[in-house]
């Protein structure tokens, strides 16, 4: 079966630890986001890669950082410069970017500080 | 810029009852809109969007929403609730012509009554 894959599903970080958020697509997309969501908010973008090798900043981009060095990988770690990392962080990717293109989410993980 | 308003942080129908959940957007260029649904810790799920063509869209789960440009709303709609229908429930728009730019609403917890 296609489609996306986040581990772990329950995360705990430590004061002054980074982690790092694992998202696998056998979808063959170009186009891969991550995603913050909290309670009563709706999704907010992190960072995004258009292509592999390539990747920008969303709105929410301090403290955290990624990497896309595979088209099917795209991992986030949160640093210890995020002060309030304690949400659950989704996963989506896309054919290609266009504004068309439907977004397909894996199924999250929740961080919480210790 | 593009923006969405979802009307309602929680709505509660009768098993049975027509579901009504409300959006409305704004963007300065014929937007693509979406919606998802998020059952609890799961990731989103793509119901419907709407890209050009008819404004009646149908979805997966007897769901349907129409484009309204002239109110700038893409409502959601059921004839009949079923107990599974409870979730949260995610209106977005991208626009044309924009890479990566999904913005969601904030989210309607929809509550099924038996």
């Known amino acids: 079966d296609g489609g996306i894959t986040q581990s772990p599903k329950y995360l705990f970080r430590k004061e002054g630890q980074n982690v790092t958020l694992s998202c696998e697509q056998n979808?063959?997309?170009?186009?891969m986001y991550w995603y913050r969501q909290d309670p009563g908010q709706g999704l907010r973008l992190i960072y995004y890669?258009?292509?592999?090798?390539?990747?920008q900043k969303g709105d929410i981009a301090e403290g955290y950082s990624v990497s896309r060095e595979k088209k099917e990988s795209f991992p986030l770690t949160v640093t210890s410069a995020q002060k309030n990392p304690t949400a659950f962080y989704l996963c989506?990717?896309?054919?290609?970017?266009?504004?068309?293109?439907?977004?397909?989410f894996g199924p999250g993980t929740r961080l919480l500080v210790l | 810029a593009q923006s969405v308003t979802q009307l309602g942080s929680h709505v509660s129908v009768s098993e049975g009852a027509l579901v009504l959940l409300r959006c409305n957007y704004s963007?300065?260029?014929?937007?693509?809109l979406f919606w998802y649904v998020q059952y609890p810790n799961q990731g989103l799920q793509l119901l419907l969007k709407?890209?050009?063509?008819?404004?009646l869209v149908k979805g997966i789960n007897g769901f349907e929403a129409e484009f309204k440009k002239s109110e700038t709303s893409f409502h959601l709609t059921k004839p009949s609730a079923h107990m599974s229908d409870a979730a949260e429930y995610f209106c977005?728009?991208?626009?044309?012509?924009?890479?990566?730019?999904?913005?969601f609403g904030s989210g309607t917890q929809l509550t099924v009554l038996p």
């Open positions: 989506a990717s896309s054919i290609d970017m266009r504004g068309a293109e439907t977004q397909y």
């Open positions: 979808l063959n997309h170009d186009a």
């Open positions: 890669s258009q292509i592999v090798n390539d990747f």
């Open positions: 963007s300065s260029v014929p937007p693509y």
């Open positions: 709407y890209t050009t063509g008819a404004t």
């Open positions: 977005a728009v991208s626009l044309s012509g924009s890479a990566r730019q999904l913005t």
